[in-house]
């Protein structure tokens, strides 16, 4: 078994193992953003139009409160496989705030105030509420920059929210 080190272009985290994850384990982007870490050149340093100023800092507050929300439900929601879920949900959420607190050069993301539900249907049906905005709000902000590498983001992100939303929807069926 040979390991190495892989680099996920999305986050600019650094995972070890035989091969590339299906998924970023820290952003949820997918394999295909994944470089052996040696090869792998990522940026956080662009030059920000108000538009995509704009759309980063909401961007921020979206996955603030989102992250927040999730692990909320982590510990409330009556369901022990709902509690895993959520947990999971909330690290990759407060890892996306980590791209845009450094993309606005941010010291810290600010702080999240979020309630959430007992009952397990309404904190997945939420999380549903939650990723149709934050799809459609990303496919927006794509196509609103000129920027390759904000878009690069925006897109993967797109992905990641998408990969979320099957995960409510699986269970809420
Ligand atoms: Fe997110
Ligand atoms: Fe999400």
Redesign the pocket.
Known sequence: MMVKLWRCMICGDAYIGEDIPTNCPFCGAHQAFFKEAKDAVVTFDVSLTDKDRANAEHAIE??VS?ATFYFCAAEKTDDAEGKMLFKALGK??AE?AAIWRKVLRLDKAPAGNETCHVQNVNNLNESHERETK?IAFYKKAAEESDHDRLKQIFKA?VE??TD?LHLSEARLK
Do not use: Y
């Open positions: 979206v996955e989102n990759i959420e996306h934050a992100l990641v929210e979320h």
